[in-house]
Nanobody, 121 residues
Framework: QVQLVESGGGLVQPGGSLTLSCAASGSIISISKMGWYRQAPGLERESVANITSSGSTNYPDSVKGRFTISRDNAKNTVYLHLNSLKPEDTAVYYC???????????????WGQGTQVTVSS
């Protein structure tokens, strides 16, 4: 059984900061790309950051300079540091990872359960 478990969401004022964590566990042989997505009510899920196994990162313009993704390969954990938060950042944030698990020959996408981030005064 493979799981991605997220933590760190909550309510924060505009201009504030949060750090989200996502730990992968189970029969994992290897992890390639990891990332974070978000989905606001009535909108499609969008990517906000991703990081390769070697540490290369990518961000959309909407969060560039405000969000930072990092990973701890020894802990199978990816982090998202959210700074200078705006009300439009309010969404459910989902962790995503491409995993090679025991018994499989190919990498597959796995998702966390989501964590709510609300930016409001």
């Amino acid at each position: 059984q493979v799981q991605l478990v997220e933590s760190g969401g909550g309510l924060v004022q505009p201009g504030g900061s949060l750090t989200l964590s996502c730990a992968a566990s189970g029969s994992i042989i290897s992890i390639s790309k990891m990332g974070w997505y978000r989905q606001a009510p009535g909108l499609e899920r969008e990517s906000v950051a991703n990081i390769t196994s070697s540490g290369s990162t990518n961000y959309p313009d909407s969060v560039k300079g405000r969000f930072t993704i990092s990973r701890d390969n020894a802990k199978n954990t990816v982090y998202l540091h959210l700074n200078s938060l705006k009300p439009e950042d309010t969404a459910v944030y989902y962790c995503n990872a491409r995993l090679l698990v025991r018994g499989s020959w190919n990498y597959s996408n796995y998702w966390g359960q989501g964590t709510q981030v609300t930016v409001s005064s």
